[in-house]
């Protein structure tokens, strides 16, 4: 894969026009144009095409290893027989396991155990993002999805300082800090997008940020929130609170 290479928001949309078979009249001609005045016009088809089909492989990858646990869940151990001394032995550090589990937990926050099993990575979006620069951010969330959270911010933070009223950015670059314990900055987007208002990304954000808030001991805050959504992890979550 070609590195390097600049590509304009508005090349990347034609380029994905042509590889489409979308491409108007117009867009048609303007890519001709380029074949035949930009040098590096075939390595930044080749670099777009290469970006959508990482992007499809994660997505088929992701899809046919969920197909196959539901088909083949893994087969049971075969099983061997255990002397019954080594089943005593195992009952004793059973026992002593339990105890020590439970001693931790009188000793746990408890706010943090519910953030803990509340918590779960966003998932990340399966379609480019409308709108301009989205070859880099294309990038990024390839990255994001890959677990690479930090290659990820490399890639959107400058995006979002040209465009910083963008909910898309907002909201993932809050997920990538989130991601790499950075729950200071990544509370400070997610506030910032909410007080824009009627973004598709709000709900989420407000859940997330309920349990940042959670997390630093901030009841109040995160049950005002919670309270507000209309789903049922807020519902369950906000119930064990009032308990």
Known sequence: MAKNIDIA?????????????KASDLQKQSFAQKETSDPHWSQKVAEVKALREDLETYLLKTVLEDIHL?????????????????WGVAASVAILLVGWLGFQKLFSDPNQVLFEAYYQTDPGLITAMSGTDSYEFDRGMVDYKEGKYQEALARWQPLLSENPESDTLLY???????????????????????????????????????????QKGEVERAQSLLSALDRPEARDLLEKLQK
């Open 70 to 86: 539901k088909s083949f869940p893994a087969p049971a151990a075969k099983s061997s027989p255990i002397p019954s001394w080594l």
């Open 9 to 21: 928001p508005e090349e990347y949309e034609l380029i994905e026009a042509w590889l489409d078979g």
């Open 172 to 214: 993932f670059v809050a997920m990538a800090q989130l991601e790499t314990q950075d729950t200071e900055s990544s509370q400070q987007y997610l506030e910032k997008l909410i007080a824009l208002e009627s973004s598709a990304f709000e709900p989420d954000a407000q859940w997330y940020l309920a349990l940042i808030l959670l």
